[in-house]
């Protein structure tokens, strides 16, 4: 079992910056990748980013690309998620959560396809 805890999440200005951390705990051997997910207000949770166990995958979304880092340190067994140039519509709780299978296809992957999700926290981006 794997637990997963969100920090970071707070009040910006549009353009501005926010890091986010999803901290593990557990089993955490068992992990292949951490992925980041949001879900707005009356929305679906929707895929951000992942990185793989060793950092040598990264995966984004096309509404993130160029503004958002998705980083790790194993050593604090923790993930990072570096938001740059945030927009209103970046609003959301962000949540993280573990994959065990390899995914061969990161362009299909839904929230089904994770587990050990954290509670989330809020970001919103004021214009």
């Known amino acids: 079992q794997v637990r997963m805890v969100e920090s970071g999440g707070g009040l910006v200005q549009a353009g501005g910056s926010l890091r986010l951390s999803c901290t593990a705990s557990?089993?955490?051997?068992?992990?292949?990748?951490t992925g980041w997910f949001r879900q707005a207000p009356g929305k679906e949770r929707e895929f951000v980013t992942a990185?793989?166990?060793?950092?040598?995958?990264?995966y984004y979304a096309d509404s993130v690309k160029g503004r958002f880092t998705v980083s790790r340190d194993n050593a604090k067994n923790t993930v990072y998620l570096q938001m740059t140039s945030l927009k209103p519509e970046d609003t959301a709780v962000y949540y993280c959560a573990t994959r065990i299978q390899y995914i061969s296809n990161w362009s299909t992957v839904t929230p089904s396809d994770f587990g050990s999700w954290g509670q989330g926290t809020q970001v919103t981006v004021s214009s």
């Open positions: 557990g089993r955490t051997v068992l992990m292949y990748a």
């Open positions: 990185i793989t166990w060793n950092g040598d995958r990264t």
